[in-house]
């Protein structure tokens, strides 16, 4: 480890690094910011600087990236064991060819001399930010028996004692880690798998309408992409690198494109139309459009209406609930000819009216909609938005008008629905109270104009698979199953392909409550965010706290809400332990300290997993199966998660144990399974998963020396309904009020507050908690935003990156809109406070553009200015306004899928 204050910046980091490499002979190029290497052109060609290595040397190692989450495909230019050079893979159709700006500074991770690899525990007992923990280096033997020795104890007391925190750039050392915790010492799932603030509402959403936990437009065939909150194809998302190089194509042959967000980011430069809209209201505006496509345009197609979703569904006027066959429990419709039926014995279902059946007046489900929609004219949604009525009503115009409705196409052979429009979204509508109806109501826009699940239009990243081999009965494959009741498909999960429903949970969950996560009481969410307030207050919820906290790959101080609310929780752990490359603000609270391989220096098994949910689909994308393989000996002995959780399962006699649990989860087959009852190994298990879902196709040395092993699509697996295939998605979410029953049961026998309003038949826009100004001083929501050079990325201490932001005046900056600026007496450079009605503050720089809705100050990430001095290129640079959110109210977060809200009122005043 370097001693603190070691600064650097990215010329005399490659100069520094160059040396350490002319010991071996060598010299370091720089980073490559485009394909290069075998099939492409390497960067030490092109590069202003005198050239260090002779590019002819050495080998091209294939593997992946992990700068951010989307792991895409590399190659390595490694000489006499150095990398010298990073380029993207032509090979593999994960990135094709391309590498981003935080890929190609990847090698500078590896080479940074702020860097730990070795194990270290604290000598000082004294916890604070800026508190040196007086680390001390010691053994890997002696780190392993404190490991063993704290968590062994917690789990003693009882197995909630156990914690563990993580982030998704490193998801599958995510899962394993919390598994491995359960599989080894009892620990709970998942309130041992905390996670960062991630796309909360989206992924449920996505589930209930593509079948897939991440959906996307189907860029090949749309024509117009309306999008909310999301940056996808110009910075960010899943599969950027592919979607960026498919979008642009798709923008330059005409694909319209419209971003509503209150601030202009990449979508909103590149966009045809930005609609700067007021932070935490995009639902009001995306049920305004389907007023208008409804009410005053009839731009809807009533036949996909009727067919593929449960609109004709007769709702009981005087309880709210779907009429139902009494034998099967079967949704019941109006048939064309008068008569009631289940649904899957009408053949021409009534969309609208209101009807007698079995003794009750009802009304269809649609009917109910159209009448629900009512309010949310033009006029009343600008009231909230500030978006001009005109702007909604162009928008739903081009939007029905493009959706073509009634349109097929032939695709290889089959006739499908023709659909190329797409209202999509991400994070940046996760980030409020009632975030899940703010997804409901903008990807309900889709199944207006019949575009979910159809060509054109909103589909999922892998929502079913024929098999990645074609082998008879292909080991790997997975289809939505049908909810028959009302014929809705269920899913197939986010990243492990296993068959899921949130019908089946509602109907026959298990809603009492058995950790912080307080699941059990969100049947329709999947994370763990509530532990953030039981933690800091078990006797709310009736919980038992975690005692040893195990924080992986991530800085929880600054994820959440107010940091100082995190430290208290952090500062009353009997211990922590940490694992990670960095020293980072969190780390001011470890205990211990564990160093993780870089990932040029380890092996990951099925990077993507089953689900290749991180690579954007579409038929003439491949299945791909890539490998990850280290390209250098991890210096000192730096271990990757799952060899730091094999080393523990060898030391507790437990190496069955944790195998199992691994092969279970990989689906490997007990003919290729490494020994059960010898320590684990990495290779031999990356080896044993190959063969195994690849049908024995290919073995892992094959896949080290090829790079990526790769199978065609077929329509089928993208297109869920070709050929007629059955399957529905609710329109009418009868099953709300099922779970508000039960949950409502549960929490009056726990006896604690718990909010149940928003378990409704249809989305609605709600007031976020600080929408309404108390004090008009505080008139300012602070937002924050990702570019493609800081996204989901580890790498704010990377020199390269730093010397990026560092030419963007905007990059560690508040901006502000430059109106407001000047009628407060603020310009460019101004140093100013940012403070809270909750008494906390951050400080920054001003810089003004006219980029930003008045009301509104952006920053980037929103979790900066760091106050490690252990990362000394970052350290003070950016505003962390996640501070100035109060993270310990259960009133600011959505009680069905736990985002939190994060839409927090600021005055803004100038300092010297």
Same mark, same amino acid.
């Given at each position: 480890?370097?001693?603190?204050?070691?600064?650097?910046?990215?010329?005399?980091?490659?100069?520094?690094?160059?040396?350490?490499?002319?010991?071996?002979?060598?010299?370091?190029?720089?980073?490559?910011t485009?394909?290069?290497?075998?099939?492409g052109?390497?960067?030490?060609?092109?590069?202003?600087?005198?050239?260090?290595?002779?590019?002819?040397?050495?080998?091209?190692?294939?593997?992946?990236?992990?700068?951010?989450?989307?792991?895409?495909? &590399?190659?390595a230019?490694?000489?006499?064991?150095?990398?010298?050079?990073?380029?993207?893979?032509?090979?593999?159709?994960?990135?094709?060819? =391309?590498?981003?700006?935080?890929?190609?500074?990847?090698?500078? $991770?590896?080479?940074?001399?702020?860097?730990?690899?070795?194990?270290?525990?604290?000598?000082?007992?004294?916890?604070?930010?800026?508190?040196?923990?007086?680390?001390?280096?010691?053994?890997?033997?002696?780190?392993?028996?404190?490991?063993?020795?704290k968590?062994?104890?917690?789990?003693?007391?009882?197995?909630?004692?156990i +914690?563990?925190?993580?982030?998704?750039?490193? $998801?599958?050392?995510?899962?394993?880690?919390?598994?491995a915790?359960?599989?080894l010492y009892?620990?709970?799932e998942?309130?041992?798998?905390?996670?960062?603030l991630?796309?909360?509402g989206?992924?449920?959403?996505?589930?209930?309408?593509?079948?897939?936990?991440?959906?996307?437009?189907?860029?090949?065939?749309?024509?117009?992409?309306?999008?909310?909150?999301?940056?996808?194809?110009?910075a960010?998302?899943?599969?950027f690198?592919?979607?960026?190089?498919?979008?642009?194509q798709?923008?330059?042959?005409?694909?319209?494109?419209?971003?509503?967000?209150? =601030?202009?980011?990449?979508?909103?430069?590149?966009?045809?139309?930005?609609?700067?809209?007021? /932070?935490s209201?995009?639902?009001?505006?995306?049920?305004?459009?389907?007023?208008?496509?409804?009410?005053?345009?009839?731009?809807?197609?009533?036949?996909?209406?009727?067919?593929? *979703?449960? +609109?004709?569904?007769?709702?009981?006027?005087?309880?709210g609930?779907?009429?139902?066959?009494p034998?099967s429990?079967?949704?019941?419709?109006?048939?064309?000819?008068n008569?009631?039926?289940?649904?899957?014995?009408?053949?021409?279902?009534?969309?609208?009216?209101?009807?007698e059946a079995?003794?009750?007046v009802?009304?269809?489900?649609?009917?109910?909609?159209?009448?629900?929609l009512?309010?949310?004219?033009?006029?009343?949604?600008?009231?909230?938005?500030?978006?001009?009525?005109?702007?909604?009503?162009?928008?739903a115009?081009?939007f029905?008008?493009?959706?073509?409705?009634?349109? *097929?196409?032939?695709?290889?052979?089959?006739?499908?629905?023709?659909?190329?429009?797409?209202?999509?979204?991400?994070?940046?509508?996760?980030?409020?109270k009632?975030a899940?109806?703010?997804?409901?109501?903008?990807?309900?826009?889709?199944?207006?104009?019949?575009?979910? %699940?159809?060509?054109?239009?909103?589909?999922?990243?892998?929502?079913?698979?024929?098999?990645w081999?074609?082998?008879?009965? /292909?080991?790997?494959q997975?289809?939505?199953?049908?909810?028959?009741?009302?014929g809705?498909?269920?899913?197939?999960?986010?990243?492990?392909?296993?068959?899921?429903?949130?019908?089946?949970?509602?109907?026959?969950?298990?809603?009492?409550?058995?950790?912080?996560?307080?699941?059990?009481?969100? /049947?329709?969410?999947?994370?763990?965010?509530?532990?953030?307030?039981?933690?800091?207050?078990?006797?709310?919820?009736?919980t038992?706290?975690?005692?040893?906290?195990?924080?992986?790959?991530?800085? /929880?101080?600054?994820?959440?809400?107010?940091?100082?609310?995190?430290?208290?929780?952090?500062?009353?752990?009997?211990?922590?332990?940490?694992? #990670?490359?960095?020293l980072?603000?969190?780390?001011?609270?470890?205990?211990?300290?564990?160093?993780?391989?870089?990932?040029?220096?380890?092996?990951?098994?099925?990077?993507?997993?089953?689900?290749? =949910?991180r690579?954007?689909?579409?038929?003439?994308?491949?299945w791909?199966?890539?490998?990850?393989?280290?390209?250098?000996?991890?210096?000192? +002995?730096?271990?990757? &998660?799952f060899?730091?959780?094999?080393?523990?399962?060898?030391?507790?006699?437990?190496?069955?144990?944790?195998?199992?649990?691994? %092969?279970?989860?990989?689906?490997?087959?007990?003919?290729y399974?490494?020994?059960?009852? $010898?320590?684990?190994?990495m290779?031999?298990?990356? @080896?044993?998963?190959?063969?195994?879902v690849?049908?024995?196709?290919? #073995?892992?040395?094959?896949?080290?020396?090829?790079?990526?092993?790769?199978?065609?699509?077929?329509?089928?697996?993208?297109?869920?309904?070709?050929?007629?295939?059955?399957?529905k998605?609710?329109?009418?979410?009868?099953?709300?009020?099922?779970?508000?029953?039960?949950?409502?049961a549960?929490?009056?026998?726990l006896?604690?507050y718990?909010?149940?309003?928003?378990?409704?038949?249809?989305?609605?826009?709600?007031?976020?908690?600080?929408w309404?100004?108390?004090?008009?001083?505080?008139?300012?929501?602070?937002?924050?935003?990702?570019?493609?050079?800081?996204?989901?990325?580890?790498?704010?201490?990377?020199?390269?990156? @730093?010397?990026?932001?560092? *030419?963007?005046?905007?990059?560690?900056?508040?901006?502000?809109n430059?109106?407001?600026?000047?009628?407060?007496?603020?310009? #460019?450079?101004?140093?100013?406070?940012?403070?809270?009605?909750?008494?906390?503050?951050?400080?920054?720089?001003?810089?003004?553009?006219?980029k930003?809705h008045?009301?509104?100050?952006?920053?980037?990430?929103?979790?900066?200015?760091?106050?490690?001095?252990?990362?000394?290129?970052?350290?003070?640079?950016?505003?962390?306004?996640s501070?100035?959110?109060?993270?310990?109210?259960?009133?600011?977060? #959505?009680h &069905?899928?736990?985002?939190l809200d994060?839409?927090?009122?600021?005055?803004?005043?100038?300092?010297?």
């Amino acid at each position: 480890m370097s001693e603190n204050g070691l600064k650097v910046s990215r010329r005399g980091f490659v100069a520094g690094a160059g040396a350490a490499a002319a010991a071996a002979g060598l010299g370091l190029a720089g980073c490559a910011t485009q394909t290069g290497g075998e099939g492409g052109q390497s960067l030490a060609n092109t590069s202003p600087e005198k050239m260090a290595y002779d590019p002819n040397e050495g080998e091209w190692i294939p593997t992946c990236c992990n700068m951010c989450f989307c792991n895409c495909s &590399i190659k390595a230019h490694v000489i006499d064991g150095v990398v010298v050079e990073l380029t993207g893979n032509p090979d593999s159709p994960i990135g094709n060819g =391309h590498i981003c700006g935080k890929g190609a500074s990847g090698i500078m $991770q590896l080479y940074d001399p702020n860097r730990v690899t070795k194990p270290m525990k604290r000598t000082n007992p004294e916890k604070g930010i800026g508190i040196d923990p007086g680390w001390e280096e010691i053994s890997w033997d002696e780190a392993f028996a404190i490991m063993d020795e704290k968590l062994s104890a917690a789990a003693a007391e009882y197995p909630g004692a156990i +914690g563990s925190a993580s982030m998704v750039a490193s $998801q599958a050392g995510s899962l394993v880690k919390g598994m491995a915790l359960g599989a080894l010492y009892g620990a709970y799932e998942p309130a041992n798998a905390i996670a960062d603030l991630c796309g909360t509402g989206v992924h449920q959403v996505s589930y209930i309408y593509t079948g897939a936990g991440n959906a996307m437009p189907d860029y090949k065939y749309c024509n117009y992409i309306l999008q909310f909150g999301t940056n996808a194809g110009t910075a960010t998302r899943h599969g950027f690198n592919m979607t960026a190089s498919l979008f642009s194509q798709r923008r330059a042959e005409g694909l319209r494109l419209v971003n509503f967000d209150p =601030h202009m980011s990449s979508s909103g430069e590149a966009a045809d139309m930005w609609v700067p809209i007021m /932070p935490s209201t995009d639902a009001a505006a995306a049920l305004s459009i389907a007023y208008v496509l409804v009410h005053e345009l009839d731009l809807i197609d009533r036949d996909y209406l009727a067919k593929r *979703t449960n +609109g004709p569904a007769l709702v009981s006027n005087a309880t709210g609930r779907i009429l139902r066959d009494p034998s099967s429990n079967k949704a019941l419709y109006m048939d064309a000819d008068n008569q009631v039926k289940p649904y899957d014995q009408c053949e021409n279902p009534q969309l609208e009216g209101s009807f007698e059946a079995n003794g009750e007046v009802c009304t269809t489900g649609f009917s109910l909609y159209k009448e629900h929609l009512k309010k949310y004219t033009p006029e009343y949604q600008e009231e909230i938005t500030t978006v001009p009525a005109a702007t909604i009503r162009q928008v739903a115009k081009e939007f029905g008008e493009a959706a073509c409705i009634g349109e *097929t196409i032939e695709i290889d052979g089959v006739t499908l629905p023709y659909r190329p429009v797409c209202a999509d979204l991400f994070s940046g509508l996760t980030r409020h109270k009632h975030a899940f109806h703010a997804c409901w109501s903008v990807i309900s826009l889709n199944v207006l104009v019949g575009a979910t %699940n159809s060509v054109g239009g909103l589909i999922g990243f892998d929502p079913a698979c024929n098999g990645w081999t074609d082998a008879e009965q /292909p080991y790997v494959q997975w289809r939505p199953s049908i909810w028959e009741e009302d014929g809705f498909i269920n899913d197939v999960s986010l990243m492990l392909a296993y068959p899921h429903s949130y019908y089946e949970k509602v109907r026959n969950g298990d809603y009492a409550p058995k950790d912080m996560s307080m699941l059990a009481l969100q /049947p329709i969410g999947e994370d763990a965010h509530f532990y953030n307030i039981a933690q800091a207050d078990p006797d709310m919820y009736h919980t038992q706290p975690v005692k040893v906290m195990f924080a992986y790959g991530c800085n /929880p101080i600054k994820w959440w809400g107010n940091h100082d609310e995190q430290i208290k929780i952090f500062k009353d752990f009997e211990y922590v332990i940490g694992v #990670d490359l960095f020293l980072n603000d969190s780390s001011y609270f470890y205990d211990l300290f564990l160093p993780e391989a870089s990932y040029l220096e380890r092996i990951d098994p099925m990077p993507h997993f089953f689900l290749n =949910h991180r690579v954007i689909g579409g038929v003439d994308i491949p299945w791909a199966y890539p490998v990850w393989q280290k390209v250098v000996e991890p210096k000192d +002995g730096v271990m990757s &998660i799952f060899e730091i959780m094999g080393e523990l399962a060898d030391r507790k006699g437990m190496n069955e144990a944790y195998i199992g649990l691994l %092969n279970g989860v990989y689906r490997v087959k007990p003919e290729y399974s490494i020994p059960m009852d $010898q320590k684990f190994n990495m290779e031999g298990f990356a @080896d044993s998963v190959t063969r195994s879902v690849l049908d024995d196709k290919v #073995d892992y040395a094959w896949l080290k020396e090829n790079g990526v092993y790769t199978h065609p699509r077929d329509v089928d697996e993208m297109y869920i309904w070709a050929n007629d295939a059955p399957g529905k998605v609710p329109l009418y979410w009868d099953f709300m009020f099922e779970a508000k029953e039960k949950i409502e049961a549960a929490v009056a026998d726990l006896g604690i507050y718990w909010e149940t309003d928003d378990y409704q038949p249809f989305p609605d826009w709600k007031p976020a908690v600080e929408w309404e100004a108390s004090d008009p001083a505080f008139d300012l929501f602070p937002v924050y935003y990702t570019d493609a050079i800081n996204t989901d990325s580890w790498a704010l201490e990377n020199p390269y990156v @730093d010397e990026i932001n560092m *030419t963007n005046p905007y990059a560690y900056a508040i901006e502000m809109n430059a109106t407001v600026a000047k009628e407060k007496g603020l310009a #460019d450079g101004d140093a100013v406070r940012l403070t809270s009605q909750h008494n906390s503050w951050v400080e920054g720089i001003v810089m003004t553009s006219e980029k930003i809705h008045p009301a509104c100050l952006a920053v980037i990430a929103g979790t900066w200015g760091s106050a490690s001095e252990f990362q000394p290129a970052i350290k003070g640079k950016g505003t962390a306004i996640s501070h100035l959110v109060p993270g310990q109210d259960p009133k600011r977060l #959505d009680h &069905i899928c736990s985002a939190l809200d994060q839409t927090v009122r600021v005055k803004i005043e100038k300092i010297s």
